[in-house]
């Protein structure tokens, strides 16, 4: 007998200073107690991992310390495996008077109630507990790997602003380096050489790729970093809040946005420069 609960499915000096640096740019706490590597294809890392994609790296002792907890309200033993999946959140079935749990990494370290409501769920199939397990997965959607591997080379680094940089200070500044899976990249140039353009969509966010797109019209030397920044800030919004209904910027987003520290001067910023943008190829 098996049960399971899914998720619905969902529209990153010194050599040893700079290997800390990248180390907390790339490898996000997907919980307290565990990480992700990302795909080395795509980011570079200061240390030697499988190129086969992204690995998730646990704390033993919490992993035990969860399995203990299904043990004792299980009465049986319990083999406890934490994965990455995509969808399959939370999984059990008995095996020959064991219990086989599996569970996905951003359980590790979860509020008590959430861990509670995780063993009522998986022990009793409790409804109540599964409502709170639902509401904590949407809320740390972002910390369910891409659903869908970036096909093409990455452009990081630009004429005249390093892409890969700007995010990863934005990631640390704004974020405690929880965003390290998060790629970014120079877009394609759109703009027909023989049309104005009217309308310019300066960054997006792609949740199935776990990749931000920026528009190469920024990248001049005229176009501030911290502007750049904002843009990166905002796409990394959209990474953490997960769209409403009829709406890609809830008030949740449009809330946490203001704590640009630049918010005002970037608005402004680009209101002051959006015609020379439109001209840029």
Do not use: C
Not at 12 to 24: H, P
Not at 41 to 46: F, I, K, N, Y
Not at 73 to 101: C, E, I, Y
């Amino acid at each position: 007998m098996a049960a399971e609960l899914r998720l619905p499915w969902l529209a990153a000096s010194t050599a040893r200073t700079r290997a800390k640096r990248l180390g907390r740019a790339v490898a996000p706490r997907m919980a307290p107690a565990a990480v992700r590597i990302p795909d080395p294809r795509h980011t570079p890392v200061p240390f030697d991992f499988s190129a086969l994609g992204p690995q998730i790296f646990i704390h033993e002792g919490a992993r035990q310390a969860l399995e203990r907890r299904f043990e004792l309200a299980f009465g049986v033993p319990v083999k406890l495996a934490v994965t990455d999946n995509l969808r399959r959140m939370v999984s059990h079935q008995r095996v020959r008077g064991t219990r086989r749990v599996r569970v996905h990494m951003m359980f590790l370290g979860a509020p008590e109630r959430v861990r509670q409501a995780l063993v009522e769920y998986v022990v009793r199939g409790d409804r109540r507990a599964s409502t709170v397990l639902g509401n904590f997965i949407t809320d740390n959607g972002h910390r369910i790997r891409a659903s869908r591997p970036v096909t093409g080379p990455l452009r990081t680094q630009g004429q005249s602003h390093d892409l890969a940089d700007v995010l990863a200070q934005v990631n640390a500044e704004y974020f405690a380096g929880a965003m390290g899976d998060v790629l970014v990249t120079w877009g394609r140039r759109t703009r027909p050489r023989d049309k104005a353009r009217t309308t310019i969509k300066l960054g997006s966010y792609s949740a199935t790729e776990r990749l931000i797109r920026v528009h190469p019209a920024l990248d001049r030397d005229w176009v501030p970093r911290y502007f750049l920044s904002y843009i990166v800030f905002h796409e990394l919004l959209h990474h953490v809040i997960q769209p409403v209904p009829g709406s890609l910027h809830p008030p949740a987003l449009l809330r946490r946005e203001r704590e640009f520290k630049h918010y005002e001067r970037a608005l402004a910023w680009e209101q002051k420069h959006i015609a020379r943008l439109l001209r840029s190829r």
